[in-house]
Structures are given as C-alpha cells and as structure tokens.
C-alpha cells in the first residue's frame, strides 16, 4: 500500500470513529475537512471573439466550490474533494457550458478538463453589433473594425456576422484601403450568399473597383447585380454605375443606353436624375447638341429642385455657347442664375453670359464688362474672377479707353499673377501705351514683355513693336528700331509680325 492509500485509510477510519461516538468525545462529534482527500481541476474556458476571458466562473456541482478564469482563460481549482462531478462555466451575456463526468479519483490527483469556449447570447451579439456601428458613425473606423471582426468570430453564422462583414468593406473603402475593403465585399459574397446584403456588396465592389480604374471588374459587377438582383433596392444605383464604367471605357454609346436604361427600367428612381445629367454629358461630349438640350430640359422640367438641374440650367447655356448661338446661351444663362442664384455652377453661368455679349454683335462691350463686372463682385473668389478682371480691361480697350484698360489690366496682374492670361494682359499694357501714344511707356511695357516671355511667338511682335516705338520717338530708319525688326526677322519667324519686320528691315543685314 502507497504512502498516499495509507494516508487516506487512516483519514477515513478517523472520521469513522468520530462519526461514530466511537470515544469519550462523542458529544463532540464534528468532520475535519482538512482530512478528506483532495484534487486539482486546470484548464481553459474562453469567450468566443473576445480578446479578455477574464472573470468566467466554474461552479463544480454538488459543492460549494467556485474556480474563476483570468484574461488568458486559465483556472485552477484547489481542494475538490475525490468524485466525479459536472462542471459549469458561466459569465453574463454567454451563453452557459457544462463538463460532465470530471474525476478527481487520487488524492494529490491534479485533472485537465478540456477546453471550453462561451459564446454570447442573442442580446450579446446586438450589444456587439451596436458599439461596432457607433464607432462607424462617429468615423472611429479601425474600432468599428476591431468590433465587428471580433462579432464574426463569436458567431460567424450569427444574424449580424454578415452586416459585420460588409460593414468591415465600408469602413475600409471609408480609408481608402481599397484591397481590404474588396476582399471584404468578396467574403460576404462567398460566406453570405443567401443574404440580402450580397447584391450591394457587389455593387460596392464595383464602386471600389472604379477608385482602382478596375472598370472592367467594375462593370461586371455591376452588369451582376442587373442580371441577378433586378428587383433588389440597390439595382438602379448598379445599372447607373454600368454607364460610368461605361464612360470611363470610352463605350459612350453604350454608356448613354446604360444612364437612359435607368428612368426605363427604376421609374420613381433617385438615381434618374444623376443619370439623365450623365447621359446629356455623354451627349455634349458627342457634341451631339439636339439630344444633350433633351436630357438637360427633361431635369429642369421634371427635377427642378435637384442638384443635376442647377447643373443643368448652366450646360443648357453651354451648349448654344458651344454653337456660337449667343442669344439663346444668354437667355439660358439668365434662366439659370435667376433658379439658382447660390447654384453651383452660377459664376460660370454669369461667365459664360459675360462672354456672349462679349462675342456677340447684338451686345456692346460696356454690356458685357457690365457681366464681367458682377461675376467679380459676386463671387471673387470664383476660378472665373480673374478671366473676367482681363476681360474688363479688354473691354476698355477696344472701346478706346486705353488709360482705364491699362489700370485694369494692370490691377489684373497684381491681383492674379498666376492667371492664364497675364501675358497677354502685359502685351496689352503696351498695346494701349502705344495706340494711346504714349510711345515711351510702350516700349518700356513691350520690352518688359520679351524680357519674361522669350519663349513665346507673342515676344516676336513685342520686339517689332519695340521698333515702331523707337521710331515714333527717334525718327524713321533709327538704327535701334533695325536691331529690333531684325530680332523679330531672325528669331521670330511665326510670330504674327514677321512679315512686317521683314519689310522693315528692308535691304538693311542683320547680325
């Protein structure tokens, strides 16, 4: 007999007799625990997609004896008493797990109990998917992540594991990580099939596939969603979407029928309105003029207070700009600013009016700076506003009004020295010194101007003019006028004045 058997014999016949009255001492009679024989019981016990297992409790039955686990999952309990016993593992919002038929049969004896894992209850998963969504809301999207991966691992066939999936896609696609944000759309796909939510997981991977200019993929994505989700609430975004893949694969054709297949087959539609504008875009693009009118005038009569018809008002103008037919643009535009006066697009409509009058013979200049005048003042900050600050002084000019032109022109500089048409606002500066005769200022605004511009033709007729001035001042034949007319001779020989330095020059060599 091992020390161990001894042991607990001895134990055992000592309760006995205590038990039994078997001494002077019977009216004492009490059970030293101390004496009974004992075991360990370790293990593991976790929760399902939770990262802290700590705090699960281990009731082992038929006893007063309660292990609890530590973050890591691990329990040890000390002095179980030899038996067997059904052991519960339990924590609010898990639901509970049993282990049956656990032994302790040695004194000493130490048992592994395999491991167990909890998973949540119904209202676990809800809490889950809540605190997940209110990250996402409040745009905490790597929390809102950690959230929803940590719901699917708890119950990956749970009622919330696809919306978690998709929703992991969404917040990826929110920080511009494209390939995480794709692989995500493609799992609820693959692991969701029967849901819902795997017609716009296609549709959002399509939109994701644009961002990567995958437009093949995206488009047949798209074309999925149509084929096999028709009747689904994300079908008329995806059949919006077949045209802008269209469009970005130059199928413009194919595209106009794709933005026109969504007023036809969604009737009721949001996306109408954003698809007619494409598609009248698409026409533009055509400068097939007639059917780009029809979409436009379809949106201002049928959606007028959409974004698209505040757009459309403005590219109605545009197009009979387009065609040169100023009267009809100038009409538009008017129509435009007057129905969307803090539109989007109304500095370019008073722009564009501007330059309709400008170019029109119906309008006189003093009209169109008048235009020009109000875009500036309405909206200075406009990309427009600077053009228009050049316009005006070209109005001046060609009304003869050479000292208010170059005021203006010069005010253009200072203001926008960046503008695409300073250069030739400086050009202008010594066209109105000269034609203003004032020949000195002139020629010191021409040769400012080959001085910073010598890679432009425009520098060739500076120098030209640079001559003329010299022999306004100097006196026809001034040598100083021929070194100018032969630069323009020599190294000038597209620039407009060409023809004219040439004769000029004469029989005259040039270096």
Request: hydrophobic share 40%; net charge negative; charged share 15%.
């Amino acid at each position: 007999m091992n020390s161990a058997s001894r042991n607990w014999l001895v134990s055992a016949t000592m309760v006995w007799v205590l038990l039994s009255g078997g001494s002077a001492l019977a009216d004492s009679t009490f059970v030293d625990v101390a004496l009974i024989p004992t075991g360990t019981l370790t293990g593991t016990a976790t929760l399902n997609g939770q990262a802290n297992h700590q705090g699960i409790f281990i009731f082992v039955g038929g006893t007063s004896i309660v292990g609890t686990t530590n973050a890591a999952g691990s329990y040890t309990i000390v002095g179980v008493p030899i038996g067997t016993y059904t052991l519960t593992f339990t924590k609010v919002g898990f639901v509970d797990q049993t282990r049956s038929g656990v032994t302790v049969s040695l004194a000493g004896q130490t048992v592994t109990v395999p491991a167990t894992v909890l998973s949540g209850t119904p209202d676990t998963e809800t809490k889950m998917f809540g605190e997940a969504m209110r990250f996402y809301s409040y745009n905490h999207f790597d929390s809102a992540i950690v959230r929803c991966r940590a719901l699917i691992l708890l119950n990956p066939a749970g009622p919330y594991a696809a919306s978690a999936r998709y929703r992991i896609g969404l917040a990826f696609e929110q920080t511009n990580k494209h390939d995480s944000a794709i692989a995500n759309y493609s799992k609820v796909i693959t692991d969701y099939l029967a849901d819902s939510l795997v017609a716009d997981a296609y549709y959002q991977r399509c939109y994701v596939k644009h961002q990567k200019l995958d437009y093949g993929g995206a488009l047949a994505d798209a074309q999925f969603v149509i084929a096999h989700y028709a009747t689904y609430p994300t079908a008329d975004k995806a059949q919006h979407r077949i045209g802008i893949e269209q469009d970005a694969l130059r199928n413009t054709s194919a595209a106009i029928t794709a933005y026109l297949a969504v007023e036809t087959n969604y009737p009721g539609s949001p996306e109408i309105p954003p698809s007619l504008y494409d598609a009248a875009q698409a026409y533009l693009g055509l400068e097939q003029y007639t059917n780009a009118l029809t979409q436009f005038n379809k949106i201002l009569a049928t959606y007028p207070g959409t974004y698209e018809a505040e757009k459309s008002g403005y590219y109605k103008g545009f197009c009979y700009y387009d065609q040169n037919d100023f009267v009809n643009a100038i009409t538009a535009f008017d129509a435009a600013i007057a129905s969307y006066p803090s539109g989007s697009r109304t500095d370019n409509a008073w722009y564009y009016k501007a330059q309709s009058k400008y170019k029109s013979e119906a309008y006189t200049y003093a009209q169109a700076e008048a235009d020009f005048d109000s875009l500036v003042v309405k909206f200075p900050t406009s990309p427009y506003a600077g053009d228009a600050k050049y316009y005006m002084g070209n109005c001046q000019f060609y009304q003869g009004n050479f000292a208010t032109a170059i005021s203006l022109f010069q005010a253009y500089v200072a203001a926008y020295p960046a503008n695409a048409f300073v250069d030739e606002a400086r050009f202008k500066i010594g066209t109105s010194y000269y034609d203003g005769a004032d020949y000195a200022n002139a020629q010191t605004a021409y040769t400012f101007y080959f001085n910073t511009y010598p890679a432009l033709k425009a520098a060739g007729d500076a120098h030209y003019w640079v001559g003329r001035c010299i022999e306004q001042i100097q006196g026809t034949g001034a040598g100083a006028a021929i070194t100018q007319y032969c630069i323009t001779k020599t190294q000038y020989p597209d620039c407009s004045k060409f023809a004219a330095a040439v004769i000029k020059v004469g029989g005259a060599s040039c270096p």
